[in-house]
């Protein structure tokens, strides 16, 4: 009995705090490669400014995929300020444990969170781009890319 109710309690805690996914916008590559000089842009807007958010990219891609990573530009853009950009390696697999996404017979889908910690964005339109930049251009293998905000909830 002592132990249904540790279940009871961890299960309450783990439910006290989820995610709504507020934004998710994705490109496709119908050539099933990803070229450099493609780079998706994506815009939207925050009116919650108390909440915390998540932000995360996107890829899929199929088994073929060459690489255990992906290495991106982005560039933010926040409200009333400047453009800010950042190289970001996106982990994609493990030696051991093979591919970190969801998969399905030979598609791949990767969702890597960009902030460590949420965060508090400011009233207005953010827009975040894309540029992979790898040494292999056009990137194989790819077929989209994009971003999801989450929104945490209490």
Same mark, same amino acid.
């Given at each position: 009995m002592k132990k249904l109710g540790v279940l009871f309690i961890c299960c309450a805690f783990l439910q006290s705090? %989820? $995610?709504?996914g507020i934004y998710e916008k994705i490109t496709f590559f119908p050539t099933h490669s990803w070229s450099s000089k493609v780079q998706p842009s994506y815009t939207f807007?925050?009116? %919650? $400014?108390?909440?915390?958010?998540n932000i995360y990219a996107i890829i899929r891609?199929?088994?073929?995929?060459?690489?255990?990573?992906?290495?991106?530009n982005i560039t933010t853009i926040a409200p009333n300020d400047t453009a800010k950009s950042q190289q970001v390696n996106l982990l994609l697999a493990d030696n051991k444990k093979g591919w970190l996404g969801t998969g399905m017979d030979d598609i791949f889908d990767h969702r890597v969170r960009l902030t460590r910690t949420p965060q508090k964005l400011k009233l207005g339109n953010y827009t975040f781009s894309l540029q992979q930049v790898m040494r292999e251009d056009p990137l194989p293998f790819v077929l989209n890319t994009g971003i999801r905000i989450e929104k945490i909830t209490q």
């Open positions: 705090c %989820d $995610t709504i807007t925050i009116t %919650d $400014t108390v909440s915390l958010y891609h199929e088994d073929a995929y060459r690489y255990n990573n992906c290495w991106l």
